[in-house]
């Protein structure tokens, strides 16, 4: 099971659009790459998947090299409200164990 | 849809003592997760269902832990006897078929486990 790498802090002001990066250097050919967001006293919630190139949808925006061994989370024009933890997950589907790394804390300032 | 649901929300006890958890799926999902999360750490998968079935249980504690899932629906995850180190969130998640299209876990609110 590959393992991701990812800052454990982000600032950003509102408005501004939020770039996270992960490193997952040992994804496997079957291993998707899939972000979850968690607020605070709340379980994670699922943000966006992707395999290779570009995913988007009303949220947020996956962009994933050729080689796959990063991936970048793009969350366009933060609000507050997206202050959270954002964990980048890779694995397969069809039951594939879950590995959450220790996340990266976004913190919105107005 | 109505979403996972956990009790109780909270839970003190000493250590040595037994605890607990409830966990309700999403109606119709088949897997079923308990995940276990400390403090600025990421979930930790403890054991995953699939209906009545372990289907992995390779992090669980099972000196200590124990869960079940006996007719496919809801779950319980006990801790007996709780252990200082045993003070966690622990989190419910369901899917559908095995995690479905893109593997998409829904998650309840989690009950916090405090052990004195």
């Known amino acids: 099971l590959a393992k991701t790498t990812q800052p454990i802090s982000m600032d950003s002001y509102e408005g501004q659009e939020v770039n996270i990066t992960c490193s997952h250097n040992?994804?496997?050919?079957?291993?998707?790459i899939t972000w979850y967001q968690q607020f605070p006293s709340q379980g994670p919630r699922f943000i966006i998947q992707?395999?290779?190139t570009k995913v988007t949808n009303e949220v947020a925006s996956l962009f994933i090299p050729a080689d796959r061994k990063s991936s970048t989370l793009s969350l366009p024009r933060v609000s507050l409200s997206d202050t959270a933890v954002y964990y980048c997950?890779?694995?397969?589907?069809?039951?594939?164990?879950?590995?959450f790394g220790q996340g990266t804390e976004l913190s919105v300032k107005p | 849809e109505a979403g996972v649901a956990q009790s109780p929300r909270y839970k003190i006890i000493e250590k040595r003592q037994s605890v607990a958890f409830w966990c309700n799926p999403i109606?119709?999902?088949?897997?079923l997760y308990w995940y276990q999360q400390i403090l600025g750490q990421g979930p930790k998968l403890l054991i995953q269902?699939?209906?009545?079935?372990?289907?992995?249980d390779s992090q669980l504690p099972k000196d200590r832990f124990s869960a079940e899932r006996l007719k496919g629906v809801d779950s319980t995850l006990k801790i007996q006897p709780a252990k200082l180190e045993d003070s966690a969130v622990y989190l419910c998640?369901?899917?559908?078929?095995?995690?479905?299209?893109?593997?998409?876990?829904?998650f309840g609110p989690g009950t916090r486990l405090t052990v004195l």
């Open positions: 998640a369901s899917s559908s078929i095995a995690g479905g299209l893109n593997n998409e876990q829904f």
């Open positions: 040992n994804i496997a050919t079957n291993d998707y």
């Open positions: 992707g395999y290779k």
């Open positions: 997950l890779v694995g397969g589907l069809r039951g594939g164990k879950l590995i």
């Open positions: 109606s119709g999902h088949a897997t």
């Open positions: 269902f699939q209906n009545n079935g372990v289907v992995d």
